[in-house]
């Protein structure tokens, strides 16, 4: 009999531990900013590492609440981001100022089922154009829809190309505004010019008037080396809370050769300095920052076979970091 009980532990212990993955939400609870640190409701340091959809209205299929529940207990993410196509110039049709019931078809249940698997989830404006009106309705929509789960991060611009950081201040006081009139406490994520680069324009004329935002920079590791870490750097130690909601191993345009060093040196400035970090896409198009094959399933889980060199990089670092 011991020896049967003994065994049947095994099995339990290599069966079912694995799928029990740490719930996040439960663990961390209300986010909240101190000074240039992401904190839980105690006020403790939080790094939360994770990986973000793609564009939704490219890669529909992918958003749905198995792949939620994949990438939580497979790849250990304690949050993922929504990727909300806005008006991308390459399809404009199906973005989500022409077609927003596509997009909240995809969106819905990425967040629903964050909230019931404790995960966070960021719902990312994923434009690099400025619509004012367009932002406020529907984050006022989202604050007054999910305001009341601390699992909500808001990212109100994605990257910013030509807008300067006045016009950009501008933008976010509007947004954010209208988000704080139903939801007065979950993370915002603003945007920063040039792709989310100059974050040191940000440390010279940060927002003033609010509170829980952070501001987010976007590093493509064979693209952007020493200097983008070390502006990154300069803003945290002045005070200036950063986010990385978006990040690759390659060059900034999404393809060409991962640069792994580079890449282990973003990394571990992130975890030197307590700095949170998404890692892009899940996504299976022909290009190197695409996770995923074409024969991956829509709904996972995915065998490694299915699963492209980076986003086996990206997996290992998560089950490193998240254990």
């Given at each position: 009999?011991?020896?049967?009980?003994?065994?049947?532990?095994?099995?339990?212990?290599?069966?079912?531990?694995?799928?029990?993955?740490?719930?996040?939400?439960?663990?961390?609870?209300?986010?909240?900013?101190?000074?240039?640190?992401?904190?839980?409701?105690?006020?403790?340091?939080?790094?939360l590492r994770g990986v973000s959809f793609s564009w939704h209205n490219w890669w529909p299929r992918f958003y749905n609440k198995k792949v939620m529940k994949t990438l939580k207990r497979d790849w250990h993410c304690t949050v993922v981001r929504a990727a909300m196509g806005v008006q991308p110039e390459e399809s404009p049709?199906?973005?989500?100022?022409?077609?927003?019931?596509?997009?909240?078809?995809?969106?819905?249940?990425?967040?629903?089922?964050?909230?019931?698997?404790?995960?966070?989830?960021?719902?990312d404006w994923h434009s690099h154009h400025m619509y004012t009106r367009e932002a406020k309705q529907f984050f006022g929509e989202m604050a007054q829809?999910?305001?009341?789960?601390?699992?909500?991060?808001?990212?109100?611009?994605?990257?910013?190309?030509?807008?300067?950081?006045?016009?950009?201040?501008?933008?976010?006081?509007?947004?954010?505004s209208e988000i704080r009139k139903y939801d007065p406490d979950n993370i915002v994520l603003v945007g920063s010019p040039h792709w989310d680069q100059d974050?040191?324009?940000?440390?010279?004329?940060?927002?003033?008037?609010?509170?829980?935002?952070?501001?987010?920079?976007?590093?493509?590791?064979?693209?952007?080396?020493?200097?983008?870490?070390?502006?990154?750097?300069?803003?945290v130690k002045s005070g200036i809370p950063v986010f990385i909601s978006e990040c690759g191993a390659m060059e900034a345009s999404g393809d060409g050769p991962v640069d792994m060093d580079s890449e282990e040196q973003w990394i571990s400035m992130c975890e030197r300095l307590g700095i949170s970090w998404l890692c892009w896409s899940i996504s299976d198009k022909d290009e190197t920052c695409s996770m995923l094959l074409p024969q991956a399933?829509?709904?996972g889980p995915w065998p490694d076979a299915v699963v492209k060199p980076y986003g086996k990089i990206v997996k290992n670092l998560l089950m490193k970091y998240n254990p």
């Open positions: 009999m011991k020896k049967f009980w003994a065994l049947f532990l095994l099995f339990y212990l290599f069966t079912f531990l694995p799928l029990m993955a740490v719930d996040p939400v439960k663990q961390y609870g209300q986010l909240q900013v101190k000074g240039s640190q992401l904190c839980d409701q105690r006020g403790n340091p939080v790094t049709e199906d973005g989500y100022l022409k077609n927003p019931q596509l997009a909240m078809s995809c969106l819905t249940p990425i967040i629903e089922t964050a909230i019931k698997q404790n995960v966070y989830v960021i719902i829809k999910y305001g009341s789960y601390p699992h909500i991060i808001y990212e109100i611009f994605n990257e910013p190309i030509e807008d300067t950081w006045a016009s950009m201040k501008q933008y976010a006081t509007e947004v954010i974050i040191h324009l940000v440390a010279n004329s940060p927002l003033e008037g609010f509170h829980n935002i952070m501001y987010t920079v976007h590093f493509y590791a064979a693209t952007h080396g020493d200097d983008l870490r070390q502006r990154t750097e300069d803003a399933k829509s709904t």
